[in-house]
């Protein structure tokens, strides 16, 4: 699976948006990206994923970019409670494929 | 529909001691992942199963370390003569066995295993 690149930490003032990048410049034509986030003392939660077209879901949008090398995870209106680590992976979708997790992006909600 | 199962959610051994842990996959849902986190470090892949077969365990320990995923009943993580070293969170994830838009893994809330 193509290795991904996040910044170890970002933050961002509560109701506002979020936005958390990620390179996958090595991305293949088969790998999708996934995002998922884990809350303290939390099991990681699936977020969002998608193959080329832009996606959104009741969580947050997924922006990918035209060469897929680079996407963007938006949290429209930040949480307190969405403070976590956010991880960007890239996995081969068919069959089952398991998930390589890397450092993540921490990011902090301030009040 | 519940997601995935995992207990204990919290388990105290001795060294020396055996620990087991269990883990439900998602109705439907066929392959078993189990992931570690050691403190304050990122989630490590262990071992990758379907029903009664083992299909990736290259992040599995060589020694004292096994799972299993029978044909009927959960999923085992299985850590024999444990050491305080395997004190740590460990997540169990289950997918569907295919899909044509990715099989997403969903991920339970842990067992944590304290080795005193």
């Known amino acids: 699976d193509a290795k991904t690149t996040q910044p170890p930490s970002m933050d961002c003032a509560e109701g506002r948006a979020a936005n958390l990048p990620c390179n996958h410049s090595?991305?293949?034509?088969?790998?999708?990206v996934y995002w998922y986030r884990q809350i303290h003392s939390q099991g990681p939660q699936y977020i969002i994923h998608?193959?080329?077209n832009n996606e959104t879901n009741e969580m947050a949008s997924l922006i990918i970019t035209e060469d897929r090398k680079s996407s963007t995870l938006i949290l429209p209106h930040a949480t307190l409670r969405d403070t976590a680590v956010y991880y960007c992976?890239?996995?081969?979708?068919?069959?089952?494929?398991?998930?390589?997790f890397g450092q993540g992006t921490r990011l902090t909600i301030n009040p | 529909n519940a997601g995935v199962m995992q207990n204990p959610r919290h388990l105290v051994r001795r060294r020396g001691q055996e620990a087991r842990l269990r883990c439900s996959p998602m109705?439907?849902?066929?392959?078993v992942y189990w992931y570690r986190q050691l403190p304050e470090e990122g989630l490590k892949f262990m071992v990758y199963?379907?029903?009664?077969?083992?299909?990736?365990e290259s992040g599995m320990p060589k020694e004292r370390f096994s799972a299993e995923f029978p044909k009927e009943g959960p999923s085992i993580l299985r850590i024999q003569q444990v050491v305080r070293g395997d004190s740590a969170a460990y997540f169990c994830?289950?997918?569907?066995?295919?899909?044509?838009?990715?099989?997403?893994?969903?991920f339970g809330e842990g067992s944590w295993l304290t080795v005193v």
């Open positions: 199963l379907q029903k009664e077969n083992i299909i990736d």
């Open positions: 992976i890239v996995r081969v979708a068919q069959g089952a494929q398991k998930l390589v």
């Open positions: 090595t991305i293949s034509g088969n790998e999708y």
């Open positions: 994830a289950s997918s569907p066995s295919t899909g044509s838009s990715g099989n997403t893994i969903y």
């Open positions: 109705k439907g849902h066929s392959h």
């Open positions: 998608g193959l080329k």
